[in-house]
Structure formats: C-alpha cells, structure tokens
C-alpha cells in the first residue's frame, strides 16, 4: 500500500481528485481492501472533514492496518509530493518568465481538468451506473456553478439524498 500510495502522490497533479479513480481501481477492484460503497463514504469524509483531501489515504490506511496503517497512508500520500514540490517550487520561480513554463502551465491545464472530471465520473457510478447518483451529481454541480455556497451544503444535502433513495 505504501508503494503504491508514493506512487500516487508523485502523478497526483492537481491534487488527489486527479488520481483517484486509480485509487479507487487499486484498492477496490485489485486488492479488495474496501468496498465500493466504503470507498464513496470514506472519500465523502474525507472532502467533508477539515484539512487537505488526501485524508482518505489515512482512511483506506485505516481500514487496512489500523491506526499505524492511516499513518503510513497519509505519509505515503503526501511525503513524495512534499519533497517534490520543496524542490520544483525554486526552479518554477527562477523561471517565471521562460516561455517553456507558460507552455507547460497551458498544456498541463487541461490533462488535469480530466483527471479530475474522470474522479468525478468514478464518485457518480459505484458499480452499476445509477440514474439517481448522476441525478444528485447533477443537481450539486448545477448548485456550485450557479450559487456562492459553501460545497459542504452540497455534500450534506447530496449524501442525505443518496442515503434516502438508494
């Protein structure tokens, strides 16, 4: 799990979003650490509950080795990037005007934008496809698009949703 989670965090540009329907593959359909349903709940506390969103690595972590496991999940998670990052954040502001950042920032926009809506796709269909989740979805990114309100309402109001339809 540690390998993996390092892994992860060395292609989870833009974030955990971007790489969670890998996550959800791996520790779902491969390993068969958690359940599809345990994933959704584990990735909606983790969007819920204060602090960064890799927290559902320390849930999976959890789950699978206890409380040594969520540590080693979340470091696993998070310690690659980390050092990544301390050490590419120099060479980004040193180069702040190359033409070759500009060209990487407009290129690298949109393979995020994917990832990311590929999470969202992963989120919206455990399992079986369900026209009520897309529904929910649906519904909650009309909600943030059109609104100024906190996500959290979203979250709240979509899990309550789903906890009652399906």
Request: aromatic fraction near 12%; glycine fraction near 12%; proline fraction near 7%.
């Amino acid at each position: 799990m540690a390998l993996y989670f390092c892994l992860l965090s060395l292609v989870a540009v833009g974030g955990l979003p971007s790489v969670l329907p890998e996550m959800q593959r791996y520790v779902v359909d491969v390993k068969g650490w958690v359940t599809t349903e345990e994933f959704m709940q584990m990735f909606a506390v983790g969007q819920a509950a204060p602090g960064p969103n890799f927290l559902i690595a320390s849930l999976i972590g959890w789950k699978i080795a206890g409380l040594p496991g969520a540590f080693v999940a979340l470091g696993a998670m998070t310690g690659p990037a980390a050092v990544v990052a301390w050490y590419a954040a120099e060479a980004w502001d040193r180069f702040k005007e190359s033409p070759w950042r500009k060209a990487i920032q407009k290129g690298i926009a949109p393979v995020v934008v994917g990832m990311i809506l590929s999470s969202g796709y992963i989120i919206a269909t455990p399992g079986d496809p369900d026209w009520r989740l897309w529904l929910i979805a649906g519904i909650s990114a009309t909600g943030l698009i059109l609104t100024r309100w906190n996500p959290l309402w979203f979250l709240l109001v979509g899990g309550t949703l789903g906890a009652f339809l399906i």
